[in-house]
């Protein structure tokens, strides 16, 4: 069975910084894709960023919006992925998912349930 | 403001059909077949209900349909039942490697 548990959330003050972490389990963590998405309260999803696996160059894509604060990186050796939020804002609150893109070009994946960052002062 | 536009909101009473659509533009709906569809409930992580425009992962019922003209995409319920009253949310690439969402429909089963 698939499983992707997200962890790392929590609340935090305006520019502080976290780390998300995404443990995954049920599938070749090596070889997979994975994504971040956001969910900002009462509104609608938000792409993060993705990062490829090693042997698909493990190129990292980012929204621009995000303006480089937020690094995304793995361990396969963990079977994690991670997301380094630095200089985090108000607007960084969000629900933050993880997903593992079972196939190229973003068709077919699987999400975790999400964990939720606050930042507030 | 949202890549790809949905309309805010929907609605149709049970056993009616409902459609929603999806537009974005020649560079990602409108570029290829890479268009998905998902359902999120309250409190709930989304549900991806259609992948590659119209194909259906296993599990989801055959009352959830997409279909794609130019550079709009569009997500049709069959058969409205109450436990379909869920936001929905369209998303499409960018060259392949940015994805992009629709600002999510709210259908309401009356």
């Known amino acids: 069975e698939v499983q992707l548990v997200e962890s790392g959330g929590g609340s935090v003050e305006p520019g502080g910084s976290l780390r998300l972490s995404c443990a995954a389990s049920?599938?070749?963590?090596?070889?997979?894709?994975m994504s971040w998405v956001r969910q900002a309260p009462g509104k609608g999803l938000e792409w993060v960023g993705r990062?490829?696996?090693?042997?698909?160059?493990?190129?990292?894509d980012n929204a621009a919006v995000l303006e480089g604060r937020f690094t995304i990186s793995r361990d396969d050796s963990r079977n994690t992925l991670y997301l380094q939020m630095n200089s985090l804002k108000i607007e960084d609150t969000a629900v933050y998912y993880c997903?593992?893109?079972?196939?190229?070009?973003?068709?077919?994946?699987?999400w975790g349930q999400g964990t939720t960052v606050t930042v507030s002062s | 403001q949202s890549a790809l536009t949905q309309p805010p909101s929907a609605s149709g009473s049970p056993g009616q059909s409902v459609a929603i659509s999806c537009t974005g533009t020649?560079?990602?709906?409108?570029?290829?077949?890479?268009v998905s569809w998902y359902q999120q409930q309250p409190g709930k992580a989304p549900k991806l209900m259609i992948y590659?425009?119209?194909k259906r992962p296993s599990g989801v019922p055959d009352r959830f349909s997409g279909s794609k003209s130019g550079n709009t995409a569009s997500l049709t319920v069959s058969g409205l039942q109450a436990e379909d009253e869920a936001y929905y949310y369209c998303?499409?690439?960018?060259?392949?490697?940015?994805?992009?969402f629709g600002g999510g429909t709210k259908v309401t089963v009356l």
């Open positions: 049920g599938f070749s963590f090596t070889d997979a894709w």
């Open positions: 020649s560079a990602d709906v409108g570029a290829h077949d890479y």
């Open positions: 990062i490829k696996s090693k042997n698909s160059g493990g190129t990292i």
């Open positions: 997903k593992w893109e079972k196939s190229p070009y973003y068709a077919l994946d699987a």
């Open positions: 590659e425009v119209s």
């Open positions: 998303s499409s690439n960018i060259g392949g490697n940015i994805l992009v």
